[in-house]
Structures are given as C-alpha cells and as structure tokens.
C-alpha cells in the first residue's frame, strides 16, 4: 500500500499548494502589492474627481474596453507587419535565379521556420513566421508584367 500513500500524500501537497498560492496572492491584492490593470487610474481619480459608484463602474468598463482595443491593434500590427516581412523575402526571392533560389530556401528561410516552432536560432531580423505561412520557402512574389 506504499503507492496509495504517495498518491495520497501527492495529493495532499498540491491541494496545499493550490491554497497556499490563493491565499498569497489574495494578500497580495488586498495590500496592493498586485494589481488590477488600471486599478491605480480608476484609484486617483476616485480620490482626486469623487466619483460616484456609478462613475467608477463606467470608467473601470470605459478602461477595459480600451485595453482590449489596444490589444487588438497591437495584435493586427503585428500580423500585418510579419506579412510585410515575408513579402520582402518573397520579392528578394523572386529576383533569384532557381539555383540561388534554392540556396537562399536551405539558408536563408530556415532561421525563421526554426523560430516559428520556439527555436532561437538564425541570424537577421528573427521575426517568426505568421502563423499558417509555409515554413520552408516565403511566398512566391506576383509575376513581373513584360513590356
């Protein structure tokens, strides 16, 4: 019955620890040694404006709704600039030849394809790769219209 005890014992010390962590970081809240995301602005201006309850409950939905737009740019500019980055290494790749072309797949697009599953290897820019981009080769650029 030893390996009932250790899971039992297991067990023990993770509801423990689980406990331990709630009650520590409820401390921590209640002492302002965390906090909410912007907390302290709602904070001031309750103490310097005298919000009404009302007022604080607007502000605290105006903020958050603010926080998730920012997030959501910084998201979309992040995607659009990758897609810039990888439309630069399609049209450099375009004005190789096959054979350089071939090189510059093997070498040149590798470091990103490595960081686009958590490596950090690779010299230059290492901007990963947009998610669902190919990992081998950047896209191909459109063709160049002939005169």
Same mark, same amino acid.
């Given at each position: 019955? +030893?390996? *009932?005890?250790?899971?039992? !014992?297991?067990?023990?010390?993770?509801?423990?620890?689980?406990?331990?962590? #709630? =009650?520590?970081?409820?401390?921590?809240?209640?002492?302002?040694?965390? &906090?909410?995301?912007?907390?302290?602005?709602?904070?001031?201006?309750? $103490?310097?404006?005298?919000?009404? +309850?009302?007022?604080? /409950?607007?502000?605290?939905?105006?903020?958050?709704?603010?926080?998730? *737009?920012?997030?959501?740019?910084?998201?979309?500019?992040? $995607?659009? &600039?990758?897609?810039? !980055?990888? /439309?630069?290494?399609?049209?450099?790749?375009?004005?190789?030849?096959?054979?350089?072309? *071939?090189? !510059?797949? &093997?070498? #040149?697009?590798? +470091?990103? =394809? $490595? &960081?686009?599953? %958590?490596?950090? %290897?690779? /010299? %230059? /820019? $290492?901007?990963?790769?947009?998610? %669902?981009?190919?990992?081998?080769?950047?896209?191909?650029?459109?063709?160049?219209?002939?005169?």
């Amino acid at each position: 019955m +030893p390996a *009932k005890s250790n899971i039992l !014992f297991g067990l023990l010390v993770g509801a423990s620890c689980l406990l331990l962590g #709630f =009650a520590l970081s409820t401390l921590a809240y209640r002492y302002h040694y965390l &906090r909410v995301p912007g907390s302290w602005l709602i904070e001031r201006m309750n $103490h310097e404006l005298n919000l009404t +309850p009302a007022q604080r /409950d607007r502000i605290g939905n105006i903020l958050r709704d603010t926080r998730v *737009k920012v997030m959501q740019a910084r998201q979309d500019f992040e $995607h659009r &600039r990758h897609q810039l !980055f990888l /439309d630069g290494l399609g049209q450099v790749r375009g004005a190789l030849t096959p054979e350089q072309q *071939k090189i !510059f797949d &093997r070498d #040149f697009t590798q +470091p990103w =394809a $490595h &960081r686009r599953h %958590g490596g950090h %290897g690779g /010299d %230059g /820019d $290492h901007m990963p790769l947009e998610e %669902g981009a190919p990992p081998q080769a950047p896209p191909q650029p459109p063709p160049v219209p002939q005169n």
